[in-house]
Structure formats: C-alpha cells, structure tokens
C-alpha cells in the first residue's frame, strides 16, 4: 500500500454508505389517524345505543274507566302521551286532515292530565323524510306560545305547507322533546 492511498474503509466526508431515499425525509408515522377513526366510530356505536336502548314513553290506554274528574282524561279518545321524566300525561288526537291550499290542514284535540305544558308541532313525509314546521294559522294560535293546563282540553287547527304524502304528525314539549307522533294519510 502506497502512503497517498486512503484505506479501504475511508469514505470522504459527508458520504453516507446508504443511500437517501425521500422517505428518509417524511415525518414519523404515529397511530393518530387511527386514533381518530376509533374515536368516530365510539361515538356512532353511543348515539345508535342510546337512540335504540330507551323504552317508549308512551303508556297504553287503561282497561278500566275511571270516574271522570277535572284531571283525569277522557278515555273514548285519542292517543296518550308521558314526558320524558313521566311528570306529566295526558291525550292528542287528530279529529280531522284536509289537504288542499298546498298544503296539509289538520284538526288538533289536546288534553293535559296533571300538568302545565307548552307544545309545538312538526310534520315528517314519509316518502323523503323532509321535515315541516307548521305555518301561521289563526287556529294554530290555539296551541302557539300558550301553556295547557292540568285538566285543560285544548282544539286548533294547524297548517303545515307541504306536498301531499302520508305524514308523521309529531307533537312536542317546550324544550322539543317528542311527546308522540300520529300518522296522516296522503
């Protein structure tokens, strides 16, 4: 070996005996997308187990009839509602529908057994599942902004703008909690 000759081994500086490759110079791959993804589909499985896991609060109409009294509702009619906490129940009917004027009309029997309530109203097409908010009516201001009180019977007519489809009717507390829903024909 010569004295002008590097050993065998020596490689100028800055040389890598690897070669660079561009994912050399990606950013660590961490378990986040993972992570994120996990945490998406925790929430769904909780909101289907919570939609799915709730008993109905609706009560069936009582076999025997009571003595009629100022709280008690009439039991040749309707259909029963509970709130959510079952503090207060009472009956809803739909006496009659017409649909004409582009749009649905129907007529509203409401009875508060034992309690003090605000309602507001919605109407679901069956064919799309669009959902519609009553229009102004000078009927429906037998329901709007005004508490039924215990024992207290209350009749209106609302007015929902909507093409013809058989419906879901929804009626709903103050705080738009569903009560119970009706069908309507188309």
């Not at 004295?3 to 994912?23: D, E, F, L, V």
């Not at 003595?67 to 079952?86: D, H, I, K, R, V």
Request: some cysteine.
């Amino acid at each position: 070996m010569s004295q002008n000759q590097p050993p065998a081994n020596w490689m100028p500086p800055g040389m890598n005996p690897k070669p660079t490759s561009i994912n050399d110079f990606s950013p660590p791959r961490t378990g986040l997308p993972l992570l994120i993804i996990g945490a998406v589909l925790g929430v769904v499985v909780l909101i289907i187990v919570f939609f799915f896991a709730q008993p109905p609060t609706i009560k069936p109409h009582p076999l025997a009839t009571p003595t009629p009294s100022a709280s008690q509702a009439p039991t040749n009619w309707g259909m029963p509602f509970l709130t959510g906490n079952e503090s207060c129940e009472g009956m809803w009917d739909i006496t009659s529908h017409l649909w004409g004027n582009g749009g649905l009309e129907i007529q509203v029997r409401v009875f508060s057994k034992n309690c003090s309530l605000e309602l507001s109203f919605g109407a679901f097409s069956n064919t799309d599942a669009a959902f519609y908010d009553p229009e102004p009516s000078p009927g429906f201001m037998d329901f709007y902004g005004l508490s039924l009180e215990p024992g207290q019977e209350r009749n209106g007519s609302i007015f929902f703008y909507m093409p013809r489809t058989s419906c879901v009717i929804m009626m709903s507390d103050e705080y738009g909690s569903q009560l119970s829903a009706l069908d309507v024909a188309g």
